[in-house]
DNA sequence: ACTTCGACCTGTTGGC
DNA sequence: TGCCAACAGGTCGAAG
């Protein structure tokens, strides 16, 4: 269920325990995630040292000398960091073992993520060619964003859950973010003005740095063999909050469905 | 080039 | 209390 903020605290979480560390072994219980995990990954990654712990978008990446390995926690992944007597539950599907004795597991029972394999240039791999920007990046800003949306028929939340105009807006953030900027989420996306744009912009930035910041200081031990990982409960604004009254106007809040989603907005408050 | 829609999968929840 | 349908925070790739 992670959004860009949890994918971010996942990162953080799971980077003290691999940095520098040396891969010994890589254990697949189950191949068929989104895709197959590439079924030559041990033999890939095994006796390499794990450089660096990234992100793009929503995709964790471990980078080693001979290439990367791509992580994506669909809707239900997740990553922890074990031992080797931690218990194995069902859906967890690989491990990533390092020489300190730590264990990178992943878990996920609707296997919508994937463990992919590159030895390239990660910003040329298929996944990741034609992403957005990051939405803390600088370029990320409304001018940007007005001249992607030109005429563009699509809703505005469409537009800005799309990644080819900017990565990490889920579908919970896409409606936080509307309600907060005051836009209506069915709204033409061309329609929207630079002016808008600039407060929604601002709304999304503001979002992420706050659910991120959360959840940092919610982070205590990645490890949290018995518990959840480092996900966090959120203050949500309209999202879940249907029939519920509007924070700001007290009117109840709307759900609709967009492109078999859920939306939650306040009709009098976003235009 | 743009938009919509189906597909992938299992666990949880809410209504009857 | 139990059953079943609906739903869940992603996103690619095909089809129109």
Redesign the pocket.
């Known amino acids: ?3 860009l903020p ?1 994918v971010e605290t996942s990162r953080r979480g799971i980077e003290p325990h691999l940095r520098n560390k040396t891969i010994t072994d890589v254990i697949i219980r189950q191949h ?1 995630l ?1 895709w197959p995990i590439p079924k030559n990954l041990p033999a890939l990654a095994t006796g390499q040292k794990v450089r660096q712990i990234c992100r793009r ?3 964790i990446y471990l980078k080693l000398d001979n290439g990367c390995i791509i992580i ?1 926690l ?3 992944g997740s990553l922890r960091i074990c031992t080797k007597h931690t218990t194995v539950e ?2 967890d599907h690989i491990d990533i073992c390092v020489s300190n004795g730590k264990i990178l597991r992943l878990r996920d ?4 993520g994937c463990v992919l394999w590159t030895a390239d240039d990660i910003n040329e791999h ?2 990741f060619k034609s992403l957005g920007p990051e939405p803390l990046d600088e370029t990320f800003d409304a001018t940007y964003l007005r001249n992607k949306a ?1 005429k ?4 505005i939340k ?2 800005i ?1 799309n ?1 080819h105009m900017v990565v990490g807006v ?3 953030y896409a409606s936080e973010s509307l309600f907060k900027a005051g836009i209506n989420p069915k709204r033409r ?1 061309g329609s929207v003005s630079l002016a808008r744009f600039e407060k929604l912009v601002s709304a999304i930035k503001n979002t992420l740095i706050e659910s991120i910041e959360q959840g940092g200081t919610t982070l205590k031990d990645f490890t949290a063999e018995d518990g959840q990982p480092g ?1 966090f409960a ?1 203050k949500l604004l309209v999202y879940g909050r249907k029939d519920e009254p509007c924070t700001v106007c007290g009117s109840p809040i709307k759900k609709l469905n967009q ?4 939306t939650f907005y306040c009709s009098r408050c976003q235009k």
């Not at 029972?109 to 919508?112: A, I, M, Y």
């Not at 563009?152 to 809703?155: L, P, Y």
């Open positions: 269920m992670p959004e949890e068929k989104r978008a929503k995709y994506h669909g809707m239900s069902k859906h029972p609707r296997k919508f298929k996944l030109g563009r028929s699509c809703s469409s537009f859950m990644s889920g579908n919970i996306a996900y959120q492109q078999a989603r859920s």
